[in-house]
């Protein structure tokens, strides 16, 4: 599983843009790049899945460049209810397991 | 939206008894995962079930843990003899395939003392 290193921590106002960068630099060619999020005391939530370039949902946008050593998560507009822990996860889709690091807590304020 | 639904939300239990963790996965999936949290810690793999049996597991499921799927639609976690340092948040997670995203539910808090 490819190493992930990313901030511990974040703040951003509401109603801005927030980027959250994490490096992978060993990622594997069967990698994919995971995003999850996690309120206090509840289970993670998928949010989003790339591999290369760019992907969009309701929810997030990730972007992963060509040379895929980092990647990404851009959350649009955030709010009050967006303050949570975000992991970022390299690994083989077809893995039955997950490694979670210690994630990037996010607080919004006000 | 579908969920994965766990019970009790909260169980409290003395060191050496054993508990049973319970878990409702989404109905179409076909992959099971248990999870652990210890306050303050990574979220961690324990184990993971497929075709009624364990595909993987970590060093953290050792004989102590066991795994079973009764009934065709409940995932249950055993711990034979509870430790102290077995206390923790304890997710259970679904997913249609290996290749899609996992659904977590919102956890058993088992605190053993």
């Known amino acids: 599983l490819a190493k992930t290193t990313q901030p511990i921590s974040m703040d951003s106002y509401e109603g801005q843009e927030v980027n959250i960068t994490c490096s992978h630099n060993?990622?594997?060619?069967?990698?994919?790049i995971t995003w999850y999020q996690q309120f206090p005391s509840q289970g993670p939530r998928f949010i989003i899945q790339g591999y290369k370039t760019k992907v969009t949902n309701e929810v997030a946008s990730l972007f992963i460049p060509a040379d895929r050593k980092s990647s990404t998560l851009s959350l649009p507009r955030v709010s009050l209810s967006d303050t949570a822990v975000y992991y970022c996860?390299?690994?083989?889709?077809?893995?039955?397991?997950?490694?979670f690091g210690t994630g990037t807590r996010l607080t919004v304020i006000p | 939206e579908p969920e994965v639904t766990q019970t009790p939300s909260h169980q409290v239990t003395q060191m050496g008894q054993e508990v049973i963790l319970r878990c409702v996965p989404i109905?179409?999936?076909?992959?099971f995962y248990w999870y652990r949290q210890i306050l303050g810690q990574k979220v961690e793999f324990l184990v993971s079930?497929?075709?009624?049996?364990?595909?993987?597991k970590s060093e953290i499921f050792d004989d102590q843990f066991s795994v079973e799927r009764p009934d065709g639609s409940n995932f249950t976690l055993k711990i034979r003899s509870t430790k102290l340092e077995d206390s923790a948040m304890y997710f259970c997670a679904s997913s249609e395939g290996a290749l899609y995203g996992y659904t977590f539910g919102s956890g058993t808090r088992l605190t053993v003392v």
């Open positions: 060993n990622i594997a060619t069967n990698d994919y």
């Open positions: 109905s179409n999936h076909l992959y």
């Open positions: 996860l390299v690994g083989d889709r077809g893995a039955n397991n997950l490694f």
């Open positions: 079930f497929y075709n009624n049996e364990i595909s993987e």
